[in-house]
T-cell receptor
Framework: SQKIEQNSEALNIQEGKTATLTCNYT??????LQWYRQDPGRGPVFLLL?????KEKRKERLKVTFDTTLKQSLFHITASQPADSATYLC???????????FGSGTRLLVRP | NAGVTQTPKFRILKIGQSMTLQCAQD?????MYWYRQDPGMGLKLIYY???????DKGEVPNGYNVSRSTTEDFPLRLELAAPSQTSVYFC??????????????FGDGTRLSIL
C-alpha cells in the first residue's frame, strides 16, 4: 500500500529564510498531491494542490514541486515569518480514488 | 457560511459507553469524511460518504459506525468505547461534483478521551 514519509523532526529556521519541507512516497505515483497547514488545536487547512503533469505550483510565498521520478514533493515557504510556524501535512490520493492518505506532518518553527 | 462544524469539542467517556460525534457542513459538498489523528501520526480515514445514503469503510473502521441521511450531516457513532479510541477526530468535506483533485475542508475536531 502507499506510504508517505515526512520528516518527523521539527524544522527550525530564522525569519526571512526559505523553509523547505519534504514529502516522499513509496509506491505508485498519484495523479495529484496536496499540502495542508495545521495549527495546534485546529483542523488542517488546504494550501496547494499539484497534479502529476505539473512540475511546480506557486501561490504567493508558497511553492510546491512534484518529481514523479524521485517520488518526492518539496514545499517551500520563501521569506518565512513567525506566523508560518505550524505543522505542514502532505496528502496523496489513495488507490486512485477520491480518498486521501496523509503524512504525519513536519513541524515548522520560524524564529523572529 | 460556517464551513464544517463539529460537536462536541471535548468529551471524556468511560470504557463501554457510547456516543455520537456530530458533523455538519453548509457548503453543499457531496463527499464527507471522518478521520482520527493520534499524537505524532497522520490522519487515518475511518469512514467516508460520497452522498446521502451512501457510506463506505476507510482504513480503520472497526469500532465505529456512520450514517448519511442528508447532504449536510455525517455523524460518527462509537458503540462500546475502548481506550484505543482515545484520539482527536476530524470531519471533512469536499465538493467532488466537479471531479477528483478537490481540496478537503476540515472542522476543528473533537478531542475524545476514553478512561
Amino acid at each position: 500500500s502507499q506510504k508517505i514519509e515526512q520528516n518527523s523532526e521539527a524544522l527550525n529556521i530564522q525569519e526571512g529564510k526559505t523553509a523547505t519541507l519534504t514529502c516522499n512516497y513509496t509506491n505508485y505515483s498519484p495523479a495529484y498531491l496536496q499540502w495542508y497547514r495545521q495549527d495546534p488545536g485546529r483542523g488542517p487547512v488546504f494550501l496547494l494542490l499539484i497534479r502529476e503533469n505539473e512540475k511546480e505550483k506557486r501561490k504567493e510565498r508558497l511553492k510546491v514541486t512534484f518529481d514523479t521520478t524521485l517520488k518526492q514533493s518539496l514545499f517551500h515557504i520563501t521569506a518565512s515569518q513567525p506566523a508560518d510556524s505550524a505543522t505542514y501535512l502532505c496528502a496523496l490520493e489513495m488507490d486512485s480514488s477520491y480518498k486521501l492518505i496523509f503524512g504525519s506532518g513536519t513541524r515548522l518553527l520560524v524564529r523572529p | 457560511n460556517a464551513g464544517v462544524t463539529q460537536t462536541p469539542k471535548f468529551r471524556i467517556l468511560k470504557i463501554g459507553q457510547s456516543m455520537t460525534l456530530q458533523c455538519a457542513q453548509d457548503m453543499n459538498h457531496n463527499y464527507m469524511y471522518w478521520y482520527r489523528q493520534d499524537p505524532g501520526m497522520g490522519l487515518k480515514l475511518i469512514y467516508y460518504s460520497v452522498g446521502a445514503g451512501i457510506t463506505d469503510k476507510g482504513e480503520v473502521p472497526n469500532g465505529y459506525n456512520v450514517s448519511r441521511s442528508t447532504t449536510e450531516d455525517f455523524p460518527l457513532r462509537l458503540e462500546l468505547a475502548a481506550p484505543s479510541q482515545t484520539s482527536v477526530y476530524f470531519c471533512a468535506s469536499s465538493d467532488n461534483k466537479r471531479g477528483a483533485n478537490q481540496p478537503q475542508h476540515f472542522g476543528d475536531g473533537t478531542r475524545l478521551s476514553i478512561l
